[in-house]
């Protein structure tokens, strides 16, 4: 059964850069795809982005554009997620979820609590 | 790309049925069927509950249906038990190149 570990929580100040592992474990890795979503307190998901490790190809929401990097290392089944220029509205949840051929988010990481504060 | 219109809140005793919109543009939800549908408990990861419009996944009650109309995709739970309290999004896919989009979520509450 596939499983997504994910880091643990961050604390950054105004102006850094934050980067999110997402380490999948069974299943074949490089055929995923694998997506980005965040949750800030108490708002809804947001969909930032996916990369399809298998092609090293990654597309991103316009809203993130230029600020989000998403890449995988297939080595080591890891996925990451660098968000730069940080700033107090992304204190968020940030998710990562296998999607399916499809487009469907089948399985989660237990997500990882990013915190923007000077 | 904006996010999908799902009302903020719905209510329904336990027993009943209860079905939660989703609207979006011809561009999205209704070019193609592949809807899918979250439910997410407090302090918990996103579970999928629908995909492809109307599929369920393997251990997901079948009080969970779904469908869509035109622009709209709705997600309807029969025989609401108080486990079913939870928000609900809905998130609408158009291809590997093309971004995806989620619903605002809808808090469901059991009375």
Not at chain 1, 79 to 105: H, K
Not at chain 2, 17 to 31: A, E, K, Y
Not at chain 2, 82 to 105: H, I, K, L, R, W
Request: hydrophobic share 30%.
């Amino acid at each position: 059964q596939v499983q997504l570990v994910q880091s643990g929580a961050e604390v950054k100040k105004p102006g850094s850069s934050v980067k999110v592992s997402c380490k999948a474990s069974g299943g074949t890795f490089s055929s995923y795809t694998i997506s980005w979503v965040r949750q800030a307190p108490g708002q809804g998901l947001e969909w930032m982005g996916r990369i399809i490790p298998i092609l090293g190809i990654a597309n991103y929401a316009q809203k993130f554009q230029g600020r989000v990097t998403i890449t995988a290392d297939k080595s080591t089944s890891t996925a990451y997620m660098e968000l730069s220029s940080l700033r107090s509205e992304d204190t968020a949840v940030y998710y990562c979820a296998r999607e399916d051929l499809l487009g469907a988010f089948d399985i989660w990481g237990q997500g990882t609590m990013v915190t923007v504060s000077s | 790309q904006s996010a999908l219109t799902q009302p903020a809140s719905v209510s329904g005793s336990p027993g009943q049925s209860i079905t939660i919109s989703c609207t979006g543009t011809s561009s999205d939800v209704g070019s193609y069927n592949l809807v899918s549908w979250y439910q997410q408990h407090p302090g918990k990861a996103p579970k999928l509950m629908i995909y492809e419009g109307s599929k369920r996944p393997s251990g997901v009650s079948n009080r969970f249906s779904g469908s869509k109309s035109g622009n709209t995709a709705s997600l309807t739970i029969s025989g609401l038990q108080a486990e079913d309290e939870a928000d609900y999004y809905c998130c609408s896919y158009a291809g590997s190149s093309t971004p995806s989009v989620f619903g605002g979520g809808t808090k469901l509450t059991v009375l």
